[in-house]
């Protein structure tokens, strides 16, 4: 699948982005492993959310639906999954994966975990090594998927992350809903905290306190009614297309606007960008608001370490942002993007001089020239954000860009081209 994208054009109207992809795998986990019922709205009917789905259901997990978002979990509770009789297959998952080696770390019953080429070349060192200190045994390939767990009894532990990462700090959390005694995590810089506010909307006792998570194993989980809001890195895409486009004016409904996950709207304002929150409300204990964004001039920023974590998914897009800005855009201590579903920083790079644009990369990030866009061809690498970045790019291009290998838009978002185009983007999808 590739993308042929005409250059021009304004985003207009209103949009509601489908669900949020870091809850809606949070609410298949918890709503699984949880005491009764269940029942998720507004849930992201993407691939990486639908492998987590089929994992629990490989495991005897009753689930009905997806239906237009609509998900039904009978939950078998803590100690009842059964042992899957293949290997459980993540996909293009990295949260499913990380996620998952939590909770298959404390089972009874020995598990595989499998993914595609893209997420077997990912690092799993960094949530097997705290699952190994909590006594999990766990076989890789040189710190990388196939995952081979044998499930063991667990002990709770005191970690400190050494690099930020929600995925990480979820994975510990999970592990010790199954541990005996006390599990903390402390992590050196703020991120996401979707699963510390689910557990406890399920009925299970988190303290927390700046950088710092703690749970005691041995408790119950509660099954729950959950409303998924839209997804903010899903929502990035129009808020960079709308501000980059002359005459653009859109308003997107629903969206979560967790204080760890909001780091693109800090960085944008700070660029110039006219972002507006409106009809602030919280739902199922998660910010939600609706946000409005018109078209500005952007000026390059030296941007605040301290926003990378909060922002970590929505790079690729803010690449693209600095290519439009005056000035130069310097991102640092964000090597993070390097370990993603693509090195980002160099694919990001190679693709915006492809374009034209002056980039500079470095070891932990990169610094760009904004100027004028050019078309031509870009590879996306199979990176769903990377390929949705470069098609809002082509609003600000001279020539029509074409972006390859863009069949993962699924994982996340897959209406994009359908919102995109109603909005105001004109984007063709090409099978070669």
């Known amino acids: 699948m590739q993308y042929l994208v005409q250059p021009g054009g304004a985003l207009r109207g209103r949009l509601r982005v489908p669900g949020d992809k870091s809850i809606s795998h949070r609410a298949v986990i918890l709503g699984a492993l949880a005491e009764g019922v269940t029942e998720v709205s507004g849930l992201l009917e993407g691939a990486d959310v639908l492998a987590t789905i089929a994992a629990f259901r490989a495991m005897g997990v009753q689930i009905d639906g997806p239906d237009d978002g609509k998900l039904r979990i009978q939950g078998v509770g803590l100690h009842g999954l059964r042992a899957p009789a293949k290997p459980l297959d993540c996909g293009n998952s990295g949260t499913a994966m990380r996620l998952l080696a939590g909770v298959l770390a404390g089972q009874d019953f020995p598990s595989t975990l499998v993914g595609d080429e893209s997420l077997h070349r990912r690092p799993m060192g960094r949530v097997i090594d705290p699952l190994q200190a909590m006594g999990a045994r766990i076989a890789s390939k040189e710190g990388k998927a196939p995952l081979q767990i044998e499930g063991t009894r667990l002990h709770g532990i005191d970690y400190t992350l050494p690099m930020a990462s929600a995925q990480v700090k979820s994975a510990i959390l999970l592990a010790g809903l199954y541990a005996a005694g006390q599990t903390c995590v402390r992590e050196p810089a703020l991120t996401r905290d979707h699963s510390e506010r689910m557990l406890r909307g399920f009925g299970y006792e988190v303290s927390q306190e700046p950088l710092r998570a703690c749970l005691q194993g041995g408790g119950r989980l ?201 909005a105001g983007l004109d984007l063709a999808q090409v099978v070669s």
């Open 222 to 422: 509660a099954g729950q009614c959950i409303d998924v809001p839209a997804d903010i890195s899903s929502a990035t895409f129009f808020l960079l297309g709308a501000t980059i486009a002359p005459g653009s004016d859109l308003l997107l409904e629903n969206v979560g606007i967790n204080p760890t996950r909001t780091g693109v709207i800090e960085i944008l304002t700070r660029m110039g960008a006219r972002i507006d929150l409106t009809q602030l409300r919280e739902v199922g204990g998660e910010a939600v608001a609706d946000i409005r964004v018109r078209s500005s001039q952007l000026h390059g920023i030296d941007i605040p370490p301290r926003l990378v974590p909060l922002a970590i998914d929505e790079f690729p897009a803010i690449f693209i942002a600095a290519a439009c800005a005056e000035g130069q855009t310097r991102v640092r201590e964000a090597e993070e993007l390097r370990v993603k579903e693509s090195d980002r920083i160099a694919v990001m790079a190679a693709g915006l001089r492809n374009l034209g644009v002056l980039v500079e990369e470095t070891a932990d990030g990169a610094r760009i020239d904004g100027g004028q866009i050019r078309g031509g061809t870009v590879d996306s690498h199979g990176d769903h954000r990377i390929a949705m970045s470069f098609a809002m790019a082509a609003l600000r291009a001279e020539e029509a860009i074409q972006i390859l290998d863009c069949e993962n838009v699924a994982t996340s978002f897959p209406t994009f081209p359908v919102l995109a185009r109603q």
